[in-house]
């Protein structure tokens, strides 16, 4: 696995997203210039730093600690995106990587494609439906809303949304917003006696490491989170 377990917050992180090698980036880039790196999980607690770099935040918490560090007078680096212009971002082309998982999907026959989302106010859960949606209006494939299920980012999500979509319309593929919820969804088919890819095609997204863990192993969407970690760091 790719993940840096130093620390139990990183620990956290690579259950939710899968965040270690983006911390562990930071640390480095950080490092190389004389600077140390600090792993904050409550805000509460007063630290002296030059500025924050943030990751995991649903919207309303971004305008909160944007508000929590202007009265301090600190810069924030975002992975992410968001309107507020003082914040500058860093952040993974979520919809294009959507739109890549959902195309390959179509051009190996599928129609039927359904979706597993986070059921979260994040944006990149928001972007990666509108990647899904503009795969299927390019190929001419009408989007059903009935076929996007959101369930909770972990494994047993992945496995309550699959249920779902088995009761109804079966689809011949699906594409999950993370490998977490892939992995569920992989168990879950094969208690229904189903077989990948010969019964139903399965992708994720991420490509941190989970894909490796079941058979077989997962397609996915790989992020450059290493990239990503030393950019915020710089």
């Given at each position: 696995?790719?993940?840096?377990?130093?620390?139990?917050?990183?620990?956290?992180?690579?259950?939710?997203?899968?965040?270690?090698?983006?911390?562990?980036?930071?640390?480095?880039?950080?490092?190389?210039?004389?600077?140390?790196?600090?792993?904050?999980?409550?805000?509460?607690?007063?630290?002296?730093?030059?500025?924050?770099?943030?990751?995991?935040?649903?919207?309303?918490?971004?305008?909160?600690?944007?508000?929590?560090?202007?009265?301090?007078?600190?810069?924030?680096?975002?992975?992410?995106?968001?309107?507020?212009?003082?914040?500058?971002?860093?952040?993974?082309?979520?919809?294009?990587?959507?739109?890549?998982?959902?195309?390959?999907?179509?051009?190996?026959?599928h129609r039927k494609i359904a979706m597993i989302n986070v059921n979260e106010n994040r944006d990149y859960v928001t972007d990666r439906l509108n990647g899904y949606r503009k795969a299927l209006d390019t190929y001419d494939i009408p989007f059903r809303k009935k076929r996007v299920i959101y369930a909770e980012n972990n494994i047993h999500g992945g496995i309550k949304a699959v249920e779902q979509l088995l009761e109804s319309d079966r689809p011949t593929a699906i594409f999950c917003a993370t490998d977490t919820m892939a992995i569920g969804v992989s168990r879950a088919l094969s208690d229904a006696g189903l077989k990948i890819p010969q019964d139903i095609s399965l992708i994720g997204y991420d490509g941190l490491g989970h894909q490796l863990l079941i058979t077989p192993h997962l397609t996915t969407i790989r992020q450059p989170v290493i990239q990503a970690g030393r950019l915020m760091a710089e």
């Open positions: 696995l790719l993940f840096c377990q130093a620390e139990d917050g990183i620990r956290d992180a690579q259950e939710s997203r899968g965040l270690g090698d983006v911390y562990k980036r930071q640390s480095q880039g950080l490092g190389e210039n004389m600077y140390s790196f600090l792993l904050l999980r409550d805000r509460k607690i007063e630290t002296a730093c030059d500025g924050y770099i943030v990751t995991g935040l649903e919207h309303r918490e971004i305008y909160e600690f944007d508000d929590f560090a202007r009265k301090r007078n600190r810069p924030i680096v975002l992975f992410g995106h968001t309107d507020i212009e003082a914040i500058d971002c860093i952040d993974i082309d979520n919809v294009a990587g959507a739109f890549i998982a959902t195309e390959y999907l179509i051009r190996n026959g």
